[in-house]
């Protein structure tokens, strides 16, 4: 009996999951809010529900896009800290949300460190300088020579106070002397019509942004970010190239989980991302055509990489001098 007694309880204790392994299993058991602290139909929204589509099909629950606009990513931000740090709440948003904002703003409604843990990076997004066709310039160099020429006349355009548009410019005007005004604007569709119609001399864009324009000979583009050229736009240099480093501020996109969530759950999304991105299928059909760069990091590079970025942003910003109100 006694021998009976201890086959069984040895057979049990081969059958007991750890608690961090089974609760990794069972997620998710229903669906999951991704919250985007952007307007529908911008580049971030566009791009969650691209990201949230798929990884539904991956973790075989349905994820549904929740926009939560305002407040310079502030609102959303606030509302997935003080949600239930269970995994069934994340944040899909830019780096503006979790380096530029902290490094612009004296106080905000959130603490990146504090109320948030990083999940998962899904792709980095070239901005690119656009001045209009008719402009006398055709690269970088010119561009610098014409605007210091008419400092004091002109401006340039953002998609709104803090983005990256914005502390790109301030940085132009500082490393090159020419005083421009800044103009900015709701997003940045509204800030190219006006490049174009010559009400403000350039801006920022994402690639996919002004792809058209492109095409049909209305905007020239002088230069992108990021540490290679585009793709998309081969013959394009980087502003690293152009000598004009403290300018490269693209855009970065990933998953943040409210602080306290565990370790296993955090570990789980970070693994359907990553089978997202080795996905040449999808890396082609959903990220290429955007203009975007996949990020596969593990959640300790997402934390290194934050740091970094973080240290290098408020670098710039105090040597810009770009301000907010």
Known sequence: MNALCKNIAVAAMLLVVPAGQALAQAFPGKPIRVVVPYAPGGATDIMGRVVAQRLGEILGQQVLVDNRPGANTGIGAEAVAKAPADGYTLMFTNDATFVLNPALFATLPYNMARDFVPVA????????LVVAANLPVNNFAELVAWTKAKSGSISYGSYGVGSQAHLMGEMFKKLYATDMVHVPYKGSAPAVADVIGGQVVFTFPAIP??????????????AISGDKRSPLLPEVPTFTEVGAKDMDIGAWYGFFAPAGTPREVVARLNAAVAGMLTNQEFVDKQLAPQGMLPMNLSTDQVAALMKSESERMTRIVRLSGAKVE
């Open 209 to 222: 942004t002004v792809q058209g324009f492109i095409k049909s000979g209305r905007v020239k583009v002088l």
């Open 121 to 128: 990076t899904v792709a980095y997004l070239n901005l690119a």
